[in-house]
């Protein structure tokens, strides 16, 4: 339960922080261009909070439903003006006025991603070596040269100090027809180019798991079967073993890592298995019976008893982003451009039937993965927002009435033809673009069902 509610109260936060960005572009530009603002919403629906604007009467409200937001702007399309005010009304203003107002809102969007990433970048960023651990025989990795031990220092000609990186840049560039050009340092220290078929790349992504696909496995650390913590009154515990003792083995098979001892565990629940550990100078043989219990129709190992982790074992795994504070600025520039010209190759992906839908994220999933970047931390929650951000930004430029981008492509007629779109005309797209935007976000839930249902 009470995950469930910092789930919940971590996809408000982030739905609040990111439509406030949005919303407050169109009111910043609108302001500054001598538009009337009437009303800035967080929420739709009943107010819970307003309050009035000494400044210029502008109603600030926080409503019910934190789904969107919205900046009522005086407009004599939509009620009767002064004639005083009618020089402030939206839709007296010139079409760049116009096209800025309505563009600002995506575009603080991008400036907020912009803003995120340099916070990330500045203040350091955790990632891991993308060392090569296990290269599958007869796959693709190996078929273009890499061994294990390869560490990936460029993809594409973009740097990847870490495996975040590296999985961005062969993700980025999958659609290529031409070969993408992978820069390792083999296991002997030397550089060297390995070429990957850049469009085979493409159906290997669909399965949520690339580097599988691929045939690569990242490094990772072997975790000695040392025990840690001890859990009061459990199997471990109650078996007689304590923090400290090392696993050798488990019924006369060696246990070479705290993974292989967990494996064997976790196929013999409910079962006596014979320990042999290592306790100081003495070697002792224990009995622990496997505990057990239900849990979701399904019966569940626990030993009670937690790994110890040596402080030094994952120095050589990790790495650290961190640029200066100038330096940060073209890096997070860079960054946001990626992501958002990547959503909008997946976008075109989609429509052309070259991607799968499943790629597609709805409230469900969102909220889920704000929850989780939220439970890690303040940097993985920045990044967390700083992509659903783009996501906005991507998203309302697209060229669907009713979203940012419909009005710009209004915009762009009445440019060409030199004068608006008939109101009516105005109208029925807007029908059709609710109509779109329904089916969306109909998809993106059952997208999302079906994904919780397995």
């Known amino acids: 339960m009470d995950s469930f509610l910092f789930t919940v109260a971590s996809f408000i936060v982030a739905l609040g922080v990111l439509i406030t960005v949005h919303e407050f572009g169109h009111f910043w530009v609108a302001r500054k261009l001598g538009v009337k603002v009437l009303r800035f919403s967080i929420g739709f629906g009943k107010a819970l909070w307003s309050r009035t604007g000494a ?93 294990a031990d390869d560490e990936l220092i460029s993809i594409g000609g973009r740097s990847t100090p870490t495996w975040e990186s590296a999985v961005f840049a062969l993700l980025s560039r999958s659609d290529s027809a031409s070969p993408l050009e992978v820069v390792v340092r083999s296991a ?27 045939g690569l496995t990242p490094k990772r650390p072997v975790v000695p079967p040392v025990i840690g913590e001890l859990v009061p009154g459990e199997a471990a515990s109650v078996a007689g073993i304590r923090s400290g003792d090392r696993i050798l083995s488990v019924d006369g098979e060696h246990v070479p890592d705290w993974g292989e001892f967990l494996t064997y565990v976790r196929a013999h629940p409910g079962q006596k298995v014979e320990l042999e550990v290592e306790r100081g100078l003495e070697r002792l043989s224990i009995s ?48 946001t451009w990626d992501m958002s010209l990547f959503m909008l190759k997946m976008l075109g992906r989609m429509v052309t039937g070259e ?100």
Request: glycine letters at 12%; charged letters at 20%.
């Open 55 to 147: 400044r210029d009467d502008t109603e600030y409200v926080i409503a019910a439903i934190p789904l969107g937001g919205y900046v009522k702007m005086l407009d004599e399309r939509e009620g009767e003006v002064a004639e005083e005010e009618k020089a402030r009304a939206f839709n007296r203003q010139s079409l760049s006025v116009r096209t800025a107002i309505v563009a600002a809102g995506p575009v603080f969007n991008f400036f907020f991603a912009i803003f995120a990433f340099w916070a990330i970048f500045v203040a350091g960023d955790d990632g891991t070596r993308p060392l090569v651990g296990e290269v599958k025989a007869e796959s693709i990795a190996y078929s273009a040269g890499f061994r």
């Open 188 to 214: 002997d220290g030397f550089e060297e180019s390995r070429h990957l078929p850049g469009g085979e790349l493409v159906s290997l992504s669909e399965n949520g798991n690339l580097l599988q696909g691929m």
């Open 288 to 335: 622990l019976v496997v505990g057990s219990r239900e849990a979701n129709g399904e019966t569940i190992d626990r030993i009670g008893a937690g790994v110890h982790i040596p402080e030094e074992l994952y120095r050589d795994y990790r790495v650290e982003v961190r640029y200066g504070p100038v330096e940060a600025v073209g890096e997070a520039v860079v960054k």
């Open 355 to 454: 991607a799968s839908v499943k790629n597609l994220s709805g409230p469900i999933s969102i909220a889920q993965t704000a929850g989780k970047s939220a439970s890690y931390g303040l940097v993985y929650f920045l990044k967390f927002l700083a992509l659903i951000s783009i996501s906005l930004g991507v998203l309302n430029l697209l060229p669907i009435p009713v979203l940012d981008g419909g009005h710009l492509l209004f915009f762009l007629v009445e440019g060409v033809k030199g004068s608006p779109m008939s109101e009516e005309a105005q109208i029925q797209s807007q029908k059709i673009g609710m109509l779109i935007l329904l089916a969306l976000m109909g998809l993106a839930f059952y997208v999302d069902i079906a994904r919780l249902l397995g």
